[in-house]
């Protein structure tokens, strides 16, 4: 079945900090995927997403590469900043059915 | 306003109580899901629905049901509440497959806890 693996948490950094979550997944067919953001008190929403190998999703200075020889999809920031603090969730989904997601990632950015 | 809105936010209920959670969206899609959020295990699907006449049992839809009273609206119900069914739940919607993302947007949450 298709499943999502992400790094445990929490993840404790100084502001402007480089952060790295890892994300590796398992699926059957050729998945499009995505980073989802919770911040608290809220819903997820999109943080940015990739549909095909090599390609790289970014928004508010994350990025990350879909890279299908290593089924990873890990997602960075060369900078962090206190408001980045929230819940990170790594997801697949199959032609926009089967959403499957990880456990979610807790970021603590401290000033 | 909210594109999806969840209510109520928050609800603490006693065991065996039947609880709704309603949820409605102004995005025009299609498709509506309910996912529960428990510390650790991520989201799991509930239940989805793909349009009004179409419902699916998700991972773990034991406990529970749903209706789709109209496109924009989208129930779920527990019949007897139990503890273990303390969690965060979200609604979601999508569009009906029109890009190959099927990006979900949700509704901000309605934490239920059963004593």
């Known amino acids: 079945g298709n499943s999502v693996t992400q790094m445990e948490g929490p993840v404790t950094l100084s502001e402007e900090a480089f952060l790295t979550i890892n994300c590796t997944y398992t699926?059957?067919?050729?998945?499009?995927l995505f980073w989802y953001v919770q911040y608290p008190g809220e819903g997820l929403q999109l943080l940015l997403k990739?549909?095909?190998?090599?390609d790289k999703g970014s928004n508010k200075g994350f990025e990350a590469t879909y890279r299908k020889e290593t089924t990873s999809f890990h997602l960075e920031k060369g900078s962090v900043q206190v408001s980045d603090s929230a819940v990170y969730f790594c997801?697949?989904?199959?032609?926009?059915?089967?959403?499957?997601f990880g456990p979610g990632t807790r970021l603590s950015v401290l000033p | 306003d909210a594109d999806v809105t969840q209510t109520p936010r928050n609800r603490i209920t006693k065991t065996g109580k039947r609880i709704m959670l309603e949820c409605s969206q102004t995005?025009?899609?299609?498709?509506m899901y309910w996912y529960r959020q428990d510390p650790g295990l991520g989201l799991r699907l509930i239940y989805y629905?793909?349009?009004?006449?179409?419902?699916n049992k998700g991972e773990i839809s034991d406990g529970y049901s749903v209706s789709r009273q109209a496109q924009a609206k989208f129930s779920l119900s527990l019949e007897s509440a139990i503890p273990n069914q303390t969690a965060l739940y979200f609604c979601?919607?999508?569009?009906?497959?029109?890009?190959?993302?099927?990006?979900?947007?949700f509704g901000e949450g309605s934490r239920l806890t059963v004593l």
């Open positions: 979601a919607t999508s569009d009906l497959g029109r890009t190959d993302t099927g990006e979900l947007f």
């Open positions: 997801a697949l989904s199959i032609y926009g059915q089967n959403f499957v």
């Open positions: 990739a549909t095909k190998a090599d």
């Open positions: 995005k025009g899609h299609d498709r």
């Open positions: 629905s793909f349009d009004v006449k179409d419902i």
């Open positions: 699926a059957t067919g050729y998945p499009s």
